[in-house]
């Protein structure tokens, strides 16, 4: 069965709206290992938009699981990967407009490229994932360029609008996961998942780890609301009573 690896970012996208110190990510990724997550993920964009430097930092010395940095293939970036050493790097696209990492990488135009920073990388220690959609050539190339694993980008299959195109954007993603098995990739899968269609990429035999961030902070937000309202309307009844 696939590991489960919780991606924190929108706790940290929470707390630099205001540039407060809560909620902190790091102490989110100890309750997702509480509650079962078997890796956590971070993002550290070059705007640093969410995570900072300080929580991967610290989330280095505090996970007990398994952390992946997802990060551009930049110089900047690459510097603090080696000097971090996450249990694993996955590289990905990165635009400064985005609301998200909108695409996976384009393996074939960057072959060469990527293939320095893989080695780079997997020398200093870290084993080296690409982000990449479902398509045949990309997971080909990714394979070439002697990556240890794939994260096969779920966004089409998770945004389909009706049965039909999602049934079709699943069959992609599961005949993806089977040619990057059969190349000898280890095959993992992300983007978009939530809880009503993250059971069938799961379940896919080739698949050892699905990333889920936003489905799961955006509910933690709601199942936490009514809690966290009364605790502070307790206290106003104790100040208003003692
Ligand atoms: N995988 C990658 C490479 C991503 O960039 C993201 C988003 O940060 C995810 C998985 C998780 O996507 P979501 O937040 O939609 O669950």
């Known amino acids: ?126 084993p080296v994932s690409l982000f990449i959609d479902p398509v045949p050539r990309q997971i080909e190339a990714a394979a070439r360029v002697g990556v240890d694993a794939i994260e096969i980008h779920t966004g089409l299959y998770s945004d389909a609008a009706g049965g039909e195109q999602r049934d079709s954007e699943f069959r992609k993603v599961a005949a993806m996961a089977s040619l990057g098995e059969r190349l000898g990739l280890v095959v993992h899968a992300g983007h978009g998942l939530d809880y009503r269609n993250a059971a069938r990429v799961a379940a896919l035999p080739e698949i050892s780890e699905i990333s889920i961030g936003h489905s799961i902070i955006a509910r933690a937000v709601l199942v936490g609301f009514e809690r966290a309202v009364r605790e502070m309307a307790d206290i106003f009844h104790r100040c208003q009573t003692g």
Request: glycine share 6%; aromatic share 0%.
């Open 1 to 126: 069965m696939a590991r489960l690896s919780v991606n924190v970012d929108h706790v940290a996208t929470l707390r630099q709206a205001r540039m407060a110190l809560e909620p902190d990510p790091v102490a989110a990724a100890v309750l997702a290992e509480l509650g079962g997550a078997q890796g956590i993920t971070v993002h550290l964009r070059e705007d640093r938009r969410h995570i900072q430097e300080r929580d991967l930092e610290i989330l280095r010395r505090t996970v007990k699981t398994r952390l992946t940095l997802e990060m551009a293939a930049v110089e900047e970036i690459i510097a603090i990967a080696l000097r971090i050493l996450p249990d694993m790097v996955t590289l990905v696209p990165e635009k400064r407009h985005e609301l998200t990492t909108e695409g996976g990488l384009d393996v074939m135009a960057h072959e060469n490229e990527l293939k320095g920073v893989i080695e780079r990388l997997q020398k200093g220690g870290i």
